[in-house]
C-alpha cells in the first residue's frame, strides 16, 4: 500500500513539473526582503515603491532563515502599504517563507 502511495505521488510530481515556472523580478510588483533589521519600515526591493509600515507593539527584527526577518507575535501584527503598484494584472503569485512557533493559539 506504501508503495503505491509514494509510487502515485512520484508521479503526480513529475506531471506537475510542466507547470513550474521561474521568478521573474523584472515583473514582480513587491518584494519584502526584510534585510533592514531595525525601524519601522520594509523595503519594496522590486523598484515599484510598494514599501511598508509595520503595525504592531510587539513586531521585532530577529534573524531569518536567509539573512533578516521580523517577528509578528500577535493577532494585530501586520505590514500595511497603502497601495500595491502594479496590482490589478491579470494573473499573480505570492511566496513566503513562515515559521511558526505556536499554531495553537
Request: overall charge positive; charged content about 15%.
Amino acid at each position: 500500500m506504501k508503495i503505491k502511495l509514494l509510487l502515485f505521488i512520484f508521479v503526480v510530481s513529475l506531471m506537475l513539473i510542466g507547470y513550474v515556472n521561474a521568478f521573474d523580478i523584472k515583473t514582480a510588483f513587491l518584494i519584502y526582503t526584510f534585510e533592514e533589521g531595525a525601524g519601522d519600515k520594509v523595503k519594496d526591493v522590486s523598484g515599484n515603491g510598494n514599501d511598508g509600515i509595520i503595525k504592531g507593539a510587539n513586531a521585532k527584527w530577529v534573524k531569518g532563515k536567509n539573512g533578516g526577518g521580523l517577528f509578528l507575535g500577535g493577532a494585530n501584527h501586520s505590514i500595511n502599504t497603502t497601495t500595491v503598484n502594479g496590482v490589478g494584472k491579470t494573473y499573480f503569485s505570492e511566496c513566503l517563507w513562515a515559521n511558526f512557533e505556536n499554531l495553537s493559539t
